[in-house]
């Protein structure tokens, strides 16, 4: 399912509402892509309608080798505009970044929420300096910020870290 090690991901322009026709199109000229889509609700005709749309509009990752000039082909595909590009040749996306997504999408391209935490929960730090300490979660934000009592040399301390960074206890 991931690209062969010699191709990187790139990032190519949709036309408007053209997704899945670039998607069936690189797909049918053997160019892997990866479309992350997440659920939207939306009023429309006096009712709530839930739905999938890409999570970055008018984009979609593309992998590919350009050392084999194939990358152009991509750019006469129907439904793309172009492969973003800084100066003549595309640009790689970070892997690492490309993967993580992937890692957080169902085989679908749907992003699946984050592990959701409640008050008092028992969690581990996953990064930084506190990472492996066993904390409880005291409080959470919208803005995916969790305020942490940890028991730091015989007190309690208050941290806030970001939920990205946290593992529930098991």
Same mark, same amino acid.
């Given at each position: 399912?991931?690209?062969?090690? +010699?191709?990187?991901?790139?990032?190519?322009?949709? +036309?408007?509402?053209?997704?899945?026709?670039?998607?069936?199109?690189? @797909?049918?000229?053997?160019?892997?892509?990866?479309?992350?889509?997440?659920?939207?609700?939306?009023?429309?005709?006096?009712?709530?309608?839930?739905?999938?749309?890409? !999570?970055?509009?008018?984009?979609?990752?593309?992998?590919?080798?350009?050392?084999?000039?194939?990358?152009?082909?991509?750019?006469?595909? !129907?439904?793309?505009?172009? !492969?973003?590009?800084?100066?003549?040749?595309?640009?790689?996306?970070?892997?690492?970044?490309?993967?993580?997504?992937?890692?957080?999408?169902?085989?679908?391209? @749907? !992003?699946?929420?984050? %592990?959701?935490?409640? +008050?008092?929960?028992?969690?581990?730090?996953? +990064?930084?300096?506190?990472? %492996?300490?066993?904390?409880?979660? %005291?409080?959470?934000?919208?803005?995916?910020?969790?305020?942490?009592?940890?028991?730091?040399?015989?007190?309690?301390?208050?941290?806030?870290?970001?939920? @990205?960074?946290?593992?529930?206890?098991?």
């Amino acid at each position: 399912m991931y690209p062969e090690d +010699k191709s990187n991901w790139f990032l190519a322009q949709l +036309k408007p509402n053209s997704h899945m026709i670039a998607q069936r199109n690189l @797909a049918r000229q053997g160019f892997e892509s990866f479309l992350p889509m997440h659920e939207v609700t939306r009023r429309a005709h006096g009712r709530f309608v839930t739905q999938l749309r890409p !999570l970055f509009p008018g984009y979609i990752f593309v992998a590919l080798d350009i050392a084999d000039g194939g990358w152009r082909a991509v750019n006469a595909t !129907l439904g793309i505009t172009r !492969l973003v590009c800084l100066g003549n040749e595309p640009t790689p996306v970070p892997s690492a970044f490309v993967t993580e997504l992937r890692m957080r999408c169902d085989s679908n391209g @749907a !992003l699946q929420p984050m %592990e959701t935490y409640s +008050k008092g929960d028992q969690v581990t730090l996953t +990064k930084g300096p506190f990472a %492996e300490i066993v904390a409880t979660i %005291e409080s959470l934000e919208r803005d995916q910020r969790v305020y942490l009592l940890m028991d730091i040399m015989g007190m309690q301390t208050r941290v806030a870290v970001d939920a @990205a960074h946290l593992r529930p206890l098991r």
